[in-house]
């Protein structure tokens, strides 16, 4: 018994010792990638400064410059709605939480209608259930009402026979006044 604990013990260090080297294989190939992927945005965003240090320092195209700047401007206002750049992204921001505010709002107040209206039919359900085991609850009652025991009264109680019933009649009564007649 000591022995298979041992061994189970080991068989578990092993099996978290191989996870362990799993796992760090994996995070060593995403360090990798992730360097990768930062040097070739590094050297993107180093061609791209060359490009914008060689368009604003070269004075060669100064007068291109300086005939595109009113293109430019227009452009601006058409692209945000003649507000400048900021201000539109927080224009369009707000708008943006304001509607994922309605929209969860309404998804809310839709999810409480749907569970209340479930919650009232399951209730209705329920009360449907109980309504019929009351009409099947009466039934067992009643089918075990049945007539039978000793019964309190003066008539008297004549004995029904194969013969004829006057016979049977005059001859059985119950009442001990009339027996002791004949």
Do not use: C, W
Not at 82 to 99: E, I, M, V
Not at 109 to 130: E, F, S, V
Request: charge should be positive; proline fraction near 3%.
């Amino acid at each position: 018994l000591h022995q298979s604990k041992t061994k189970r013990r080991r068989r578990r260090r092993g099996t978290k010792r191989r996870k362990q080297k799993v796992l760090k294989k994996k995070n060593e190939k995403q360090q990798e990638e992730e360097q990768e992927d930062d040097t070739e945005e590094k050297e993107t965003e180093e061609e791209e400064n060359a490009e914008v240090k060689f368009y604003r320092n070269n004075s060669a195209l100064r007068p291109f410059r300086k005939a595109i700047a009113p293109i430019v401007q227009i452009q601006q206002r058409s692209m945000y709605d003649g507000k400048q750049q900021a201000d539109y992204l927080q224009h369009r921001n707000t708008k943006q939480a304001l509607k994922r505010q309605r929209l969860a709002e309404t998804t809310k107040q839709q999810k409480y209608l749907d569970t209340t209206q479930l919650r009232r039919g399951r209730i209705d359900k329920l009360n449907a259930l109980k309504e019929d085991a009351k009409d099947e609850e009466m039934a067992k009652h009643l089918e075990l009402l049945v007539p039978d025991g000793a019964v309190e009264g003066d008539d008297p109680v004549a004995l029904l026979t194969n013969g004829n019933e006057s016979e049977n009649n005059d001859q059985m009564t119950t009442d001990p006044a009339k027996k002791d007649e004949p």
